[in-house]
């Protein structure tokens, strides 16, 4: 059962209603007791990093969390915002995150229109279970005016271009988060989203 966080200011609804279509076995978590029994996580996110944050901690979602994260190694999907907040820092209100990958959120230059809103391109690098099965080009849907610049190079593997090549898609151990939105995507993001839930393991795809 994959566990998706609904925290206030995310779109959980939209992505329980996406795993729904390829029959994999979900439900919405809005308190940090219904966490037990689940053996994978989703973090969707709309909106700002600080009010993500604020949700977050106000809700009691960040210990919990971390023990599932980290301590049983679940696998956790950031979305969007749900991966901003997964970084050290973001500019976006001079906000700390929850640090879990090392690196940082940036604001696009002032050179292009921001948000970006629309299909862009995704180019993977390297292979990837989560980007296993899905044909290049391949484009998604993204909304943001920031992006995060990790520490590593290591974790990107999948890039897009938006005035400056930026890291769109990372893995980090069993954390995994994707900048565009996966539930909006169409065929790519629900591949996409099979893709994750075998990761998972025991949630039912069909």
């Not at 920031?146 to 999948?158: C, H, K, L, M, R």
């Not at 169409?186 to 075998?198: D, S």
């Amino acid at each position: 059962m994959i566990g998706v966080i609904d925290y206030k200011v995310g779109n959980a609804p939209s992505v329980l209603n996406a795993l729904s279509k390829i029959n994999v076995a979900a439900k919405l978590v809005s308190h940090p007791e219904e966490l037990r029994d689940l053996s994978g996580l989703i973090l969707p996110g709309v909106g700002s990093a600080p009010a993500a944050m604020a949700s977050l901690v106000e809700l009691g979602f960040v210990p919990a969390l971390e023990q599932l994260v980290f301590d049983q190694k679940l696998p956790f999907l950031g979305i969007c915002v749900g991966m901003q907040v997964l970084f050290e820092h973001s500019e976006e209100g001079n906000t700390p995150c929850l640090g879990w990958i090392p690196g940082k959120v940036k604001r696009f230059p002032e050179s292009v229109r921001v948000p970006q809103i629309g299909w862009n391109r995704l180019k993977f690098r390297g292979n990837h279970r989560l980007t296993e099965g899905i044909p290049e080009p391949a484009y998604f849907y993204f909304v943001n005016s920031f992006y995060v610049e990790p520490a590593s190079d290591q974790v990107t593997i999948g890039t897009a271009e938006h005035g400056i090549d930026f890291c769109a898609l990372a893995a980090s151990d069993n954390i995994y988060a994707a900048q565009f939105h996966i539930e909006k995507s169409g065929a790519v993001g629900l591949a996409m989203l099979k893709n994750f839930a075998a990761i998972v393991g025991d949630a039912h795809v069909d």
